[in-house]
C-alpha cells in the first residue's frame, strides 16, 4: 500500500517541466482554430457589413460554437451594426468577445471542498480517451498543493491500462491508490476505498469508473450501480460528479454530457485537450445548452495545466488579442 501522504508532509517534487514558468492561457489557446480563423477573417474582410457577419457565424459554427449560440451572437452584432455601434472591426471585434464572456460567466464555477464531507468524495466520469485518468491524477496533486489529504479509487477496472496509469500518478504525487484486479466489479473497488479513505482520515477521495462508449446501457446501469453502493456508506455520496469531456470532439461532447448527466446527475465539467490546435467553441456550446459549471479546463500536459475555468481569461486567449496582429 502506498503511503498516505499528511497534510503536514510535502509530496515529492515537482518535475523540471512542471517547475518551468506556467504558460498564459492566451500562449495555449493562440494555436486554436477560432483564434486561427477570426484572425484570417477579419484580415481578409475588415470592412463592417452582413458579409462579414455571415463570414463570422459560419466561422463560430465550424470551431464547434453550435448553430443556436452563433446564430444569436450574431444576430446580436447585426442589430446592433444597424444601429452603426461600431466605429470599425475591432469594435465589432470586443463586443463579440464581451458576449462570449456573458455568456461563458455563469458557468465558471471552481469545484470547492466541502469539508463538512469527510471525505468528500468526487466521481469522475467520461468515455474513453477523453483524459480521465490523466485529469484525476492532476486534480489529486492539485488538492494535494491545496492541503488536502487525497486517496484515489482504480474504479475502472475495464481497462488494466487505467489501473495501471493511476498507480503511475499515485507514486509520482505519493498518494495511496486503492484497486483489485482487472475485471473487478468496478462499485466493490469504489466501496473499499471509501471504507479506506474513512480509515485513514482522508480529506477526498477521487474515483476513477470505466469509460465505455455511453451510447451502452451497460456503462450507465454500473454507473447507477456505484452510486447506490456508495449511498450505503455515505448517503450524499459522491458529492461530485466530474464528467471529463475532450474540448476536440465538438457536437460528441453535447451527446455525451446529455447522456452521462440523464444517468448518474453530472454537477460538474472538465473540458480536457484544449491547448494546441482545439477548436475551443465547444465550451461556448456546452455553456448554452446545460448551464452545469465548468469546474477545470485541461490546457496542457503538466499538472499545473489543469486550470480553473476562468471565463475572461479563456476568451481572451481564444480570441486574437487584436486586429493589429492579423
Do not use: C
Request: proline share 3%; charged share 25%.
Amino acid at each position: 500500500m502506498l503511503k498516505f501522504w499528511k497534510k503536514s508532509e510535502k509530496p515529492e517534487d515537482p518535475s523540471p517541466s512542471e517547475q518551468a514558468s506556467k504558460k498564459t492561457w492566451r500562449e495555449r489557446l493562440a494555436g486554436s482554430v477560432l483564434n486561427r480563423d477570426i484572425r484570417d477573417l477579419f484580415a481578409r474582410h475588415p470592412k463592417l457589413d452582413e458579409s462579414l457577419l455571415d463570414e463570422l457565424e459560419t466561422v463560430l459554427i465550424g470551431a464547434d460554437v453550435g448553430v443556436a449560440a452563433s446564430t444569436e451572437l450574431i444576430e446580436e452584432l447585426r442589430a446592433r451594426l444597424a444601429k452603426r455601434e461600431f466605429a470599425d472591426a475591432a469594435e465589432l471585434l470586443g463586443a463579440l468577445r464581451e458576449r462570449l464572456v456573458a455568456l461563458l460567466a455563469p458557468v465558471a464555477q471552481p469545484l470547492r471542498i466541502d469539508t463538512a464531507h469527510k471525505p468528500y468524495v468526487i466521481l469522475v466520469v467520461g468515455v474513453n480517451g477523453v483524459g480521465k485518468t490523466t485529469t484525476i491524477g492532476k486534480l489529486a496533486r492539485r488538492l494535494q498543493d491545496e492541503g488536502l489529504g487525497v486517496v484515489l479509487a482504480a474504479g475502472d477496472t475495464f481497462r488494466a491500462a487505467a489501473v495501471e496509469q493511476l498507480k503511475t500518478w499515485g507514486e509520482r504525487n505519493n498518494v495511496a491508490v486503492i484497486a483489485q484486479g482487472s475485471g473487478a466489479d468496478s462499485a466493490s473497488v469504489i466501496f473499499d476505498a471509501l471504507q479506506s479513505a474513512r480509515s485513514k482520515g482522508a480529506d477526498v477521495l477521487i474515483a476513477d469508473t470505466a469509460g465505455r462508449l455511453h451510447t451502452q446501457g451497460g456503462l450507465m446501469d454500473e454507473l447507477s450501480k456505484v452510486r447506490r453502493v456508495l449511498g450505503k456508506l455515505d448517503a450524499q455520496a459522491p458529492h461530485e460528479v466530474l464528467l471529463a469531456i475532450d474540448g476536440t470532439t465538438g457536437q460528441n461532447a453535447i451527446n455525451q454530457t446529455r447522456q452521462f448527466r440523464q444517468a448518474i446527475g453530472v454537477t460538474g465539467l472538465v473540458v480536457t485537450k484544449l491547448d494546441g490546435t482545439a477548436k475551443g467553441g465547444v465550451v461556448f456550446a456546452l455553456a448554452r445548452e446545460f448551464g452545469l459549471p465548468i469546474r477545470y479546463v485541461g490546457l496542457g500536459e503538466t499538472a499545473e495545466d489543469l486550470r480553473e475555468f476562468d471565463a475572461q481569461a479563456f476568451v481572451d486567449g481564444l480570441l486574437p488579442e487584436s486586429l493589429g496582429n492579423a
